[in-house]
């Protein structure tokens, strides 16, 4: 079992940064890809980041050159640094763990899910 907690939201103007941080429980976080979500009232949950258990990153056009993932395993935590935000960044945001290797953006691949957190970009 893992559990995840993110942290990190709030309300920020446009063009502000935020860091979103995820923080697991468990001993074998180093072993799982983590990903980064987000959902507004009314649509689908969608993939924002991910990040293998080698370090390796994909990331939506949406948010490409803007948003980066990163991961400190000996905190247990991965992070979602968000720079230059827009409106259109407003969500929940969620974290998530998975045993795939490469589950990118498909979220029945992911195992795991944090209770999420709140982000707010007013223009």
């Known amino acids: 079992q893992v559990q995840l907690v993110e942290s990190g939201g709030g309300l920020v103007q446009a063009g502000g940064s935020l860091r979103l941080s995820c923080a697991a429980s468990?001993?074998?976080?180093?072993?799982?890809?983590m990903g980064w979500f987000r959902q507004v009232p009314g649509k689908e949950r969608e993939f924002v980041a991910t990040?293998?258990?080698?370090?390796?990153?994909t990331y939506a056009d949406s948010v490409k050159g803007r948003f980066t993932v990163s991961r400190d395993n000996a905190k247990n935590t991965v992070y979602l640094q968000m720079n230059s935000l827009k409106p259109e960044d407003t969500a929940v945001y969620y974290c998530?763990?998975?045993?795939?290797?490469?589950?990118?953006?498909?979220?029945?691949?992911?195992?795991?899910w944090g209770q999420g957190t709140q982000v707010t970009v007013s223009s």
């Open positions: 998530a763990a998975s045993t795939y290797y490469g589950p990118y953006g498909t979220k029945s691949l992911y195992t795991y």
């Open positions: 990040i293998t258990r080698t370090g390796s990153t």
């Open positions: 468990g001993r074998t976080f180093s072993s799982y890809a």
